[in-house]
């Protein structure tokens, strides 16, 4: 699997989410989101390694120096929550610097960011 394939799968599980609110378990919800659009969902095997491998490639992607003046610190890409402060404010992600807490906050998309990020490494 490719680290754009991951992210893929990983849109199509938040849009299944979005289209069956009531259902609990999330493969589920999937599965019929899939079946709907006359698609096959595709299980992931935890022994898979070329999912572990764009994991990785992801992770080391969602990384970059701090762009606060001063700081030689590292920034790391996160997701925002719909009902915390940051998210009723309308922003989806956000760089959040690990040594001096600095943020920088998006509009974008988590995984739009992590897709466009992963296209650039």
Do not use: H
């Not at 709907?36 to 994991?55: F, P, Y």
């Not at 998210?87 to 920088?104: I, P, Y």
């Amino acid at each position: 699997m490719t680290p754009e394939e991951y992210i893929k799968r990983e849109q199509e599980i938040q849009e299944a989410i979005k289209a069956y609110p009531e259902e609990r378990n999330i493969s589920v919800a999937y599965r019929m989101w899939k079946k709907v659009r006359g698609e096959d969902a595709i299980q992931l095997n935890t022994g898979d390694k070329s999912v572990e491998a764009a994991k990785q490639v992801l992770k080391e992607a969602a990384k970059k120096p701090c762009t606060q003046a001063g700081c030689d610190g590292e920034m790391t890409l996160e997701s925002i929550c719909g009902g915390c402060v940051e998210g009723k404010a309308g922003f989806k992600s956000k760089w959040t610097c690990s040594k001096c807490l600095f943020r920088e906050l998006s509009k974008k998309d988590y995984l739009e960011c992590l897709r466009e990020l992963s296209l650039t490494s």
